[in-house]
């Protein structure tokens, strides 16, 4: 008499970063697209977009709020237990330091383009209320992250900095500072955590 084979559940797919960046860069580019039929039609303008009138305030609008989200970042780590961080975070430091800028760049690209370029623009010509617009685009930009909602604290560590994303975004009309501003963020973060700096509570060394 043949025994039935015990049927095993399927693994669960480990995260991937080289697949995390094509995807990335594919919605990256299409972010891109609907953003120049939205300049071809005139529903925006590069000056809404790309502005470089003052040079010396969108390096201002990088340098401090990419230190003040780091410090952010690593005060919320250092209160934070372990076991209140989502997985995939924790294996982010374990990739090689390639792996873990295009990540952190294509991430930081596709996001701006999208959340910033796009939906807070959009908001931002009906609304007339820039902070109304930054609000609903980063309820929208949480409600993104969906890995996070078994992890509320999580969402915290991500509504701050889109708060912050947006406001540089207002303040310095071009959507080159809230790329870099997000991706200098997240790649300091995680060098921070890769190189053993900084270490969640409850965690071993």
Do not use: C
């Given at each position: 008499?043949?025994?039935?084979?015990?049927?095993?559940?399927?693994?669960?797919?480990?995260?991937?970063?080289?697949?995390?960046?094509?995807?990335?860069?594919a919605f990256a580019l299409i972010?891109?697209?609907?953003?120049?039929?939205?300049?071809?039609?005139?529903?925006?303008?590069?000056?809404?977009?790309?502005?470089?009138?003052?040079?010396?305030?969108?390096?201002?609008?990088?340098?401090?709020?990419?230190?003040?989200?780091?410090?952010?970042?690593?005060?919320?780590?250092?209160?934070?237990?372990?076991?209140?961080?989502?997985e995939t975070n924790k294996s982010?430091?374990?990739?090689?330091?390639?792996?873990?800028?295009?990540f952190t760049l294509a991430g930081?690209?596709?996001?701006?383009?999208?959340?910033?370029?796009?939906?807070?623009?959009?908001?931002?010509?009906?609304?007339?209320?820039?902070?109304?617009?930054?609000?609903?685009?980063?309820?929208?930009?949480?409600?993104?992250?969906?890995?996070?909602?078994?992890?509320?604290?999580?969402?915290?560590?991500?509504?701050?900095?889109?708060?912050?994303?947006?406001?540089?975004?207002?303040?310095?009309?071009?959507?080159?500072?809230?790329?870099?501003?997000?991706?200098?963020?997240?790649?300091?973060?995680?060098?921070?955590?890769?190189?053993?700096?900084?270490?969640?509570?409850?965690?071993?060394?």
């Amino acid at each position: 008499m043949n025994r039935p084979t015990e049927t095993l559940p399927p693994a669960k797919k480990e995260f991937n970063p080289k697949d995390a960046v094509l995807v990335f860069y594919a919605f990256a580019l299409i972010s891109a697209a609907v953003i120049f039929a939205l300049v071809i039609y005139r529903v925006l303008t590069l000056q809404d977009l790309l502005s470089f009138e003052h040079p010396l305030k969108m390096v201002l609008y990088v340098v401090f709020p990419t230190i003040s989200l780091l410090l952010f970042g690593v005060i919320l780590t250092l209160l934070t237990p372990a076991s209140y961080i989502d997985e995939t975070n924790k294996s982010y430091q374990n990739y090689s330091l390639a792996a873990i800028v295009s990540f952190t760049l294509a991430g930081a690209l596709f996001e701006e383009l999208l959340f910033r370029g796009i939906i807070q623009n959009v908001l931002n010509l009906y609304l007339s209320q820039p902070w109304l617009a930054i609000g609903i685009t980063t309820v929208l930009f949480a409600g993104m992250h969906v890995q996070y909602y078994s992890k509320p604290l999580m969402l915290l560590n991500i509504t701050i900095p889109s708060l912050v994303f947006g406001w540089v975004y207002v303040q310095t009309h071009n959507l080159l500072v809230p790329i870099l501003v997000h991706f200098f963020m997240n790649l300091g973060i995680t060098l921070l955590f890769k190189y053993k700096i900084i270490q969640m509570r409850g965690e071993k060394g």
